[in-house]
């Protein structure tokens, strides 16, 4: 059986493992110099991040239209053959109207359709993509591949570190300019560890460098994963490449890492934590 995937832009996986797969994503939308911009499409992810690092304010973002979803289910089924499509969402905890979109579209092309609420998103939501290619490549059915992905991602793991404030501010999020200044000053950087379904949960904050927050983020990761198991793993993150390299060292050093990416943090988490940020996504392996 031939079989497509589509997503929204909340996913993280390297683009020449999307382009290689032909998944095809569906963009948020952000509104700035009295235009829209679909993301990834009008504007590339460095140039929009180059945006807000200029600007007072974030730019607003619109979730897409079921309308958006189901053409390119239409395409998939007509222009490229496929006799299934999975359909995989950002979490609806995260994100509902997103995932609402995805299931609304699904529902006109009935059960060729399948939709997954990946309950994450980053790179977990990007593993979960090319796990399906994985074993529909080895001839697995619909149903066995629905199960075997509902059942993996019970067993994700997945934090974040914020480098600074700074976009939480301009968000609205945080609305303390002195907290901001406070936190700059005393170096307070927050890390949050994603709950299922797909939550995310602050830890205590910590007076982190830029190294100690990579040391953290891949501390708890060691901590809470189960250690009998293999793992992919992807690390998205915002102009922040000495992080990275720090916790994929540790990682493969504590723990069984059969694949791991690197890639930009999609614009619709990284925009709200800002330049700095990194994300750990893992999700046990075949």
Not at 69 to 94: N, Q, R, T
Not at 189 to 217: C, D, Y
């Amino acid at each position: 059986m031939k079989i497509g995937v589509i997503t929204d832009s909340a996913a993280d996986l390297p683009e020449e493992l999307m382009e290689k797969h032909n998944v095809a994503i569906i963009p948020h939308v952000v509104y700035f110099d009295d235009k829209y911009w679909k993301l990834g499409v009008d504007i590339s992810v460095d140039d929009f991040y180059n945006v807000i690092r200029t600007r007072d304010l974030i730019p607003p973002t619109t979730n897409p239209e079921p309308s958006d979803f189901a053409e390119k289910l239409k395409e998939g089924f007509e222009h490229h053959g496929y006799e299934h499509i999975f359909s995989v969402s950002v979490s609806s905890e995260l994100s509902g109207s997103t995932f609402n979109s995805h299931r609304i579209a699904a529902k006109k092309f009935k059960e060729k359709v399948t939709v997954i609420d990946t309950q994450s998103a980053s790179g977990v939501q990007g593993l979960i993509i090319l796990r399906i290619f994985d074993l529909s490549t080895k001839g697995a059915k619909v149903e066995e591949i629905k199960k075997y992905v509902n059942k993996i991602k019970k067993n994700y793991f997945l934090d974040v570190g914020f480098h600074s404030l700074d976009n939480v501010y301009k968000s609205g999020r945080l609305k303390s300019k002195f907290i901001l200044n406070l936190t700059k000053a005393i170096k307070i950087k927050p890390v949050a560890i994603m709950e299922k379904p797909g939550v995310l949960q602050n830890t205590l904050p910590g007076f982190f460098t830029n190294k100690s927050m990579a040391k953290r983020l891949a501390n708890l990761a060691i901590k809470n994963v189960d250690k009998s198991l293999s793992y992919d793993l992807v690390i998205s993150h915002v102009e922040n490449q000495e992080g990275v390299d720090q916790i994929i060292k540790k990682l493969c050093k504590k723990l069984k890492v059969d694949r791991y990416f690197v890639t930009p943090a999609s614009p619709i988490i990284g925009t709200s934590t800002g330049i700095g940020t990194i994300i750990v996504s893992l999700l046990p392996s075949e």
